[in-house]
């Protein structure tokens, strides 16, 4: 074997049956970890907010906070960090342990909240749109948000709750994150129409529509898709020594 040294620390090994790729790794560009953090947090906070503003429908992973933030006459992003806070609970339940690196999903899922409502507040001041600018901004918003997610899925970082949920859960039940993922959106979907059937008496008024089914259909298969796009586009590495303390048990032993 020969060894090339990329970095101080890194020492890659290689044979010939791999050359092309190592070659093809060498030139990628390099994107720290933590970067994905605060890409990912400022892209979904911007395509819920596009959602939102496009009144199409949300997509399901965020329509049942929207729901509660009408019921209960909070913002939305308010709504969104508190549901979040019942499903890192329902992670520890579904992984039968606790970390404290759960706690700091609430975290991720205040700042979210945060920015969230910043971004609506920016929208608002933009008018109203017409229906051709609606729809493209809906699959901005939709593009941005599966984005968003498959950044989270790159950091150790605690992500918010949503994607803690799909990242943990599947991981420990040894599932298909992506097929996971699509079954996930899927059911908040049903939760969101169920939510506004008793709450409002009312299918399509509040933050449900034809673009919710949409997103619950796609979601999940968009995700997947940038995420192999962008292990073949970057390589990720840690700017900061700081994984250790944040990533679980079965990835440090796989490392």
């Given at each position: 074997?020969?060894?090339?040294?990329?970095?101080?620390?890194?020492?890659?090994?290689?044979?010939?049956?791999?050359?092309?790729?190592?070659?093809?790794?060498?030139?990628?560009?390099?994107l720290s970890r933590e970067f994905c953090y605060v890409l990912a947090t400022l892209f979904l906070s911007?395509?819920?907010?596009?959602?939102?503003?496009?009144?199409?429908?949300?997509?399901?992973?965020?329509?049942?906070?929207?729901?509660?933030?009408?019921?209960?006459?909070?913002?939305?992003?308010?709504?969104?960090?508190?549901?979040?806070?019942?499903?890192?609970?329902?992670?520890?339940?579904?992984?039968?342990?606790?970390?404290?690196?759960?706690?700091?999903?609430?975290?991720?899922?205040?700042?979210?909240?945060?920015?969230?409502?910043?971004?609506?507040?920016?929208?608002?001041?933009?008018?109203?749109?017409?229906?051709?600018?609606?729809?493209?901004?809906?699959?901005?918003?939709?593009?941005?948000?599966?984005?968003?997610?498959?950044?989270?899925?790159?950091?150790?970082?605690a992500p918010g709750a949503y994607e803690l949920f799909v990242k943990e859960v599947s991981r420990h039940?040894?599932?298909?994150?992506?097929?996971?993922?699509?079954?996930?959106?899927?059911?908040?979907?049903?939760?969101?129409?169920?939510?506004?059937?008793?709450?409002?008496?009312?299918?399509?008024?509040?933050?449900?529509?034809?673009?919710?089914?949409?997103?619950?259909?796609?979601?999940?298969?968009?995700?997947?898709?940038?995420?192999?796009?962008?292990?073949?586009?970057?390589?990720?590495?840690?700017?900061?020594?700081?994984?250790?303390?944040?990533?679980?048990?079965?990835?440090?032993?796989?490392?």
């Amino acid at each position: 074997a020969v060894s090339l040294f990329l970095d101080r620390d890194v020492v890659l090994c290689y044979n010939k049956t791999n050359f092309e790729e190592i070659l093809h790794m060498i030139h990628k560009p390099r994107l720290s970890r933590e970067f994905c953090y605060v890409l990912a947090t400022l892209f979904l906070s911007l395509g819920a907010a596009l959602m939102s503003k496009a009144n199409f429908g949300l997509s399901s992973i965020v329509a049942p906070a929207y729901l509660l933030s009408q019921i209960f006459h909070v913002s939305f992003g308010t709504a969104e960090y508190c549901l979040q806070g019942v499903l890192v609970v329902a992670v520890c339940l579904l992984v039968r342990r606790f970390r404290w690196t759960y706690l700091l999903s609430f975290v991720s899922a205040f700042l979210y909240g945060l920015a969230l409502d910043g971004m609506l507040w920016l929208l608002s001041l933009t008018g109203d749109w017409g229906i051709v600018l609606r729809l493209f901004m809906m699959v901005i918003g939709l593009i941005l948000s599966s984005l968003g997610v498959s950044l989270f899925f790159k950091t150790y970082l605690a992500p918010g709750a949503y994607e803690l949920f799909v990242k943990e859960v599947s991981r420990h039940h040894k599932l298909n994150m992506s097929r996971f993922k699509i079954w996930y959106d899927l059911i908040s979907c049903v939760v969101a129409v169920v939510l506004s059937l008793v709450a409002f008496h009312s299918l399509f008024d509040h933050g449900i529509g034809i673009g919710t089914v949409l997103v619950a259909l796609v979601n999940g298969l968009i995700i997947g898709w940038f995420s192999q796009l962008l292990d073949r586009c970057f390589t990720f590495f840690d700017r900061f020594p700081l994984a250790k303390y944040f990533e679980s048990e079965e990835s440090q032993n796989r490392t």
